[in-house]
């Protein structure tokens, strides 16, 4: 089965060419995507630097710490239903992102050397995200987007086309785009949006930080550390300098300087010395920075959104230029690696959280703003005053550093995740196998069947990610369960009233009630059936791989509320049956007994799936729980078996159906790496109902509507 990553996402990606500085990239759908990448990593401030963290350091700092950041997010959205607060991701990417179903935080590629940076560039990371949650909204996000692409294009068919076009509908804009190579200029539709793109997510990233320093003063310090560490590390290159004259190098300088000045209110590194030689590259930011000003100054999204409209429309001129020599993809190829091309924004109705508006929301940042400067004063900084600012950030990277150094150490100390318990086990007779006569009866006493105990000691941690899809899951399982012991009773002569029955009210009768009814509580066990035939492979984007992790979120959700056991099984010819027991019934396993099992062990040989689910058939039975629950995770591919895959597929059939026959609940899901419909079908054919078959990502959804019918039947 083929991984599959959510379709779109505000996101920050890595350091660029020409775009030199970090930024944020939104792209509709309310996420963000952030990359930081350091090319000279030898000094900041003029310090020698220490060793950086390994992404294994960095993982472990993630486990340790989740739990405090997650909290965090809670009491930061706390004013969102609990449906709506997004799933914490923290992670070793190059990434970082939110959909508000999830918040991902990647720190791959962020340069680290301790705890307390660490601690420092995820609270940066986080809060961004949170805002953007708040604060960013569906409809006028995709106003600045499509509204500025199109007044570019009115602006481009005046300019090189006599008469202009008339702009009626959406398909004229595409068929200029289409038109305009003709006349000698190299433009596309995608690499407009792009461009479009950059000045709308830069103006916004540069409003929600401030709303956020407004609402959590102290999250300026945050800002200071991080985007000051960035704009020290990468100043304006010198060959961009030389070659500013250059329609394409110019335009890349002054959206360079639109992202600094809108997240942090100066100039780019070494753009001042620039300034004075180029008067007109000056001219040109005078005239946009007042916009620049009312945007992130904005109390709305909307509001921002107009501003980079207009941005848009006073850099149409420079794009025009910029295309005539060489296609505007070359100058935002790196810019947009990874923008995706599926413009969808989820649904969303909340009310954004707004800023102060006007002045106060245009605080400085560090030292004096070039955001407030007037011309005059603005040309004589740029001028004279390249080291005052230079010196102005690190002071105040300095004063930001001491003043969070007690808040990280305080949240550090109290914050860490408790060690985790040791592993127990209890013994009992229930734990024993039973009686498997009837199981051997039907192979005719042929099949040697063994199981065996695992032999590592499961102390490996989930992934971050594996985590929140589990945690995920974890919430809708326990509303399940909740939602069982009290049913509603409706049609009551008394009780509460219950809105979608007032009308027999008008037909003089009583029973528009409703009432709650506690029932007893829930008794049930799950035995979960892992494959580990060769088929399975081992690495990271193998059968296997997917497997556990499906079976890692299952354990995760499941284990407070029943008693689990799981089993890898396998076969090394079509008479010798093996089990592997991951975790027994009544076995407490600390760290995940599953992606323990993936993470320690490897595929076998091949596999018997009939006789193996006859096993687990018979373990269930002789259970005293109620409701059985027996989930197969496997490729569907039956292989020890005399007459081959053929009558493999008619065993497990059979065998499915007698574990059905005997009221046992059984949920196949299927895994597997290239989309083959044939297999497919025959899995389908194989268990008939209560398959599973889609993208990883995607189980949890489906196993939910099936547990329902479990926990209620």
């Not at 939104?26 to 900041?44: A, Y």
């Not at 300098?241 to 100066?266: F, G, W």
């Not at 969303?348 to 006007?358: L, V």
Request: include cysteine; hydrophobic fraction near 35%.
């Amino acid at each position: 089965m083929q991984k599959v990553h959510a379709p779109l996402k505000y996101t920050f990606f890595k350091r660029l060419q020409y775009f030199s500085l970090m930024r944020f990239w939104m792209v509709p759908t309310t996420h963000i995507l952030i990359v930081i990448r350091f090319q000279n990593m030898e000094k900041i401030g003029g310090k020698k630097m220490n060793e950086q963290w390994t992404r294994e350091e960095k993982e472990t700092w993630n486990q340790k710490y989740y739990q405090s950041l997650d909290m965090s997010l809670k009491i930061y959205l706390a004013k969102l239903p609990p449906n709506r607060i997004p799933v914490l991701e923290l992670e070793t990417d190059e990434n970082s992102w939110t959909n508000h179903a999830v918040i991902h935080i990647g720190t791959g590629d962020i340069f680290i050397r301790n705890e307390r940076e660490m601690m420092a560039w995820s609270t940066f990371l986080l809060g961004h995200e949170i805002q953007h949650v708040l604060s960013t909204t569906e409809k006028s996000w995709e106003f600045g987007l499509e509204r500025g692409f199109q007044k570019i294009c009115e602006i481009f068919s005046r300019q090189v086309e006599t008469p202009p076009r008339r702009f009626v509908k959406d398909a004229d804009y595409d068929l200029f785009l289409m038109e305009i190579p003709k006349e000698g200029y190299h433009i596309s539709k995608s690499a407009l949006q792009k461009f479009v793109h950059f000045i709308v997510n830069s103006l916004e990233d540069g409003r929600i930080e401030r709303i956020r320093c407004l609402k959590n003063p102290g999250y300026v310090n945050y800002i200071r550390l991080c985007r000051g560490q960035s704009w020290e590390e990468e100043p304006l290159p010198e060959k961009m300098k030389e070659k500013i004259d250059e329609p394409r190098v110019y335009l890349a300088v002054v959206l360079n300087q639109i992202l600094t000045l809108a997240t942090m209110s100066i100039y780019q590194r070494g753009f001042g010395t620039l300034a004075v030689e180029h008067i007109q590259i000056h001219r040109l930011l005078q005239k946009v920075i007042s916009h620049i000003r009312k945007a992130v100054s904005a109390k709305t999204c909307r509001a921002c959104m107009e501003e980079a409209v207009e941005i848009c429309g006073l850099l149409a001129s420079e794009i025009i230029e910029a295309c005539k020599l060489t296609p505007l993809e070359e100058l935002l190829a790196q810019l947009n690696q990874q923008f995706p091309q599926n413009q969808s924004f989820p649904a969303d109705s909340r009310t954004e959280q707004t800023g102060e508006g006007g002045e106060s929301q245009l605080f400085s940042l560090f030292g004096n703003s070039d955001l407030t400067a007037n011309q005059e004063q603005e040309q004589t900084q740029n001028a004279t005053a390249e080291q005052v600012k230079e010196a102005e950030v690190h002071a105040a990277m300095k004063d930001a550093d001491q003043a969070s150094r007690e808040e990280i150490g305080i949240f550090m100390k109290t914050g860490k995740r408790e060690q985790p318990a040791k592993d127990e086990v209890t013994s009992s007779q229930e734990d024993v196998l039973p009686d498997l006569t009837s199981v051997q009866n039907t192979y005719n006493g042929m099949v040697t069947f063994t199981e065996k105990k695992r032999t590592y000691h499961p102390d490996q941690q989930m992934p971050v990610t594996l985590l929140a899809r589990a945690r995920n899951l974890k919430r809708k399982v326990e509303k399940i369960f909740k939602n069982r012991q009290g049913l509603s009773l409706r049609g009551q002569n008394k009780g509460k009233i219950d809105a979608a029955k007032v009308y027999k009210l008008a037909m003089n009768r009583m029973d528009f009630f409703k009432r709650t009814q506690r029932s007893e509580p829930f008794e049930g066990c799950v035995y979960l059936l892992l494959d580990n035939s060769g088929s399975m492979g081992n690495g990271r984007m193998s059968k296997r791989n997917y497997c556990c992790g499906a079976a890692a979120v299952i354990e995760y959700a499941f284990s407070e509320h029943v008693l689990l056991k799981e089993t890898a099984f396998t076969a090394y010819t079509d008479y010798m049956v093996e089990h592997t027991v991951i975790k027994d019934w009544h076995e407490h396993v600390s760290s995940n007994a599953a992606w323990n099992f993936y993470e320690k062990d490897s595929c076998a040989s091949c596999n018997k799936d009939g006789y193996s689910i006859r096993v687990a058939t018979k373990e269930l039975l002789a259970r005293v729980e109620k409701n059985k629950l027996l989930i197969v995770i496997s490729d569907g591919l039956p292989s020890a078996y005399p007459g081959g895959r053929e009558d493999g597929i008619e065993d497990v059939h059979a065998a499915v159906r007698e574990a059905r026959k005997a009221e046992i609940q059984v949920i196949a899901i299927y895994i597997q790496d290239d989309d083959n419909r044939k297999e497919a079908e025959e899995f389908r054919q194989m268990y008939e109902t209560n398959c599973i078959t889609t993208q990883p990502e995607q189980i949890e959804a489906e196993l939910v509507h099936i547990l329902k019918r479990f926990c209620f039947r």
